[in-house]
């Protein structure tokens, strides 16, 4: 790596390879979070909300449970994101960060699985009970 060096022992580390990317992810990321929470809270605040039903029928309309979809992704894939640099920045044992990061994995994709698992269920139910509907 080097000499012994103050820059040869940095030499090779840094932003250039990856930190940048990392940014930009966590930036695209919020960006789709603010765009689907802002459309998931103006198409609640349309819809009675005492009507289970009402709720029901919106959210297995297929559009928006693509719009639920999309969020849940972009919500635990930004949660990992911002999660992954608080552990790389301050736990400092190596068994112990590497085993952070690795449950932090199994939350994070665990997570949005059963949100994914659960909207789609939703989406599906009218489908389930045949041409009556609700």
Do not use: C, K
């Not at 894939?77 to 044992?93: A, P, T």
């Amino acid at each position: 790596m080097g000499n012994g060096t103050r820059l040869g022992r940095v030499r090779g580390l840094g932003s250039s390879h990856h930190g940048s990317h990392h940014w930009l992810q966590q930036r695209l990321t919020a960006l789709g979070n603010i765009l689907l929470v802002s459309f998931l809270f103006v198409s609640l605040l349309r819809l009675p909300l005492s009507d289970h039903g009402a709720v029901l029928r919106w959210a297995s309309n297929p559009s928006v449970a693509l719009a639920l979809i999309l969020m849940v992704i972009s919500v635990f894939w930004h949660l990992r994101l911002g999660l992954q640099v608080m552990i790389e920045d301050y736990i400092h044992g190596e068994a112990t960060r590497l085993f952070a990061l690795v449950l932090l994995n199994f939350y994070a994709i665990g997570g949005a699985a059963y949100g994914i698992f659960a909207i789609v269920r939703i989406a599906l139910a009218p489908a389930a009970l045949g041409p009556g509907g609700m």
